[in-house]
């Protein structure tokens, strides 16, 4: 049996390698699968060396309480690939961890795949140098990523956005309205305060104040709180002192029949930076995008930053599309305020779905689902093993 080793640290990584197994074996059954990850990878068939909880973890300060584990964690997959020597190794996403073991691993000649670029592009671009040492490619979701990266001699697919099949599309709103109980005139407000601990715990403190101001000029507001397995009891504590009976969903399915709710009903949608603002492009739900992280990290990170905008939506567009609402800035009274405007002005509320629709057209892969086309490039790479130039091209 021919191996194929994957290591995603958190949730988005585990959707998107249980989507990559799935695809591969439409056309290689014959494939096994070992490594670190979670239940979407685990109903693949996949068990996880440990707990892939144990690598969401980010910033710079939030790591050091963790360096302890997380050095047992290196080591144990280390042995774990060294025991295995599998054909092919597919790291995902969480560069910090992901970067370390493609380091300790390098000995052993087995090609090395990354999926989802490390955005280095936005900060500490020299590190890309180091990048090609240790990768033999790089499945990026961004068409802009590939010219970077090839520039420095790493082979590159852009295999397009796993949030265009991500289902936030095809959701049921009257499913959902009946289901939980939202009655006809209220109206859903999104909220998605991250999946990770250290962003819950920033961003619910100045999501209630938002809300609560929010709720004031729209009594007939629901808060509809998305929530993640990691912060499920984080979130669940803050929103029982939230305004307007707030309905908490955790199945994907149901997160997709709210999705449909809020844009069907005039909603918009309050989140935190990251993939949250692709899937409202995708959902066509008009939102704002918050983020705030530790204040000495976020000094740090002033320095380093080569980029002017934080969400993926406005990064694409070249414009702010969403309105942004970083560190400081990200205040109960200004959020309230610009979200008033997206509930109250159709063309507000038009403007924003005019820039998703252009956003999205650049996330298409040349051809077919992303899944599909990083299938593609792990089988070329698997067909193409021991090669060093031009790894991920078609033949």
Known sequence: MTLIYILAGEASGDVLGARLVAALRQHRPDLGFAGIG?????EQGMPSLFPYRDLAVMGLLEVL??????ARRLSETEADIAARRPALIVTIDSPGFAFRIAERVRHLGIPL????APQVWAWRPGRVKKLRAVLDGILALLPFEAPFFEAAGIPVDFVGHPVLESGADAGDGERFAERFGLAPGEIPLLVMPGSRRGEAARMLPVFGPTIAALHARHPGLRPVVAIGPIVEAQVRAAAKGWPGNPILVEALSDKHDAFAAVAARGGAGLIKS???SLEMAVAG?????????NPITHQIVRLLVKISRASL???LADREVAPEFLQYGATPERMAATLHTLLADPAA???QRAGFAEVLAKLRPPEGLPSAAAAAAVLRALEEKGGDKGLLRPA
Do not use: C
């Open 113 to 116: 795949i990354h999926y989802v």
């Open 313 to 315: 939506v406005n990064l």
């Open 285 to 293: 739900i008009p939102h704002i995008v918050a983020y705030r992280i």
């Open 65 to 70: 309480p963790k360096l302890r584990r997380l």
């Open 274 to 276: 990251g993939t949250s």
């Open 349 to 351: 509320r038009d403007a």
């Open 38 to 42: 979670g239940p979407r990878l685990a």
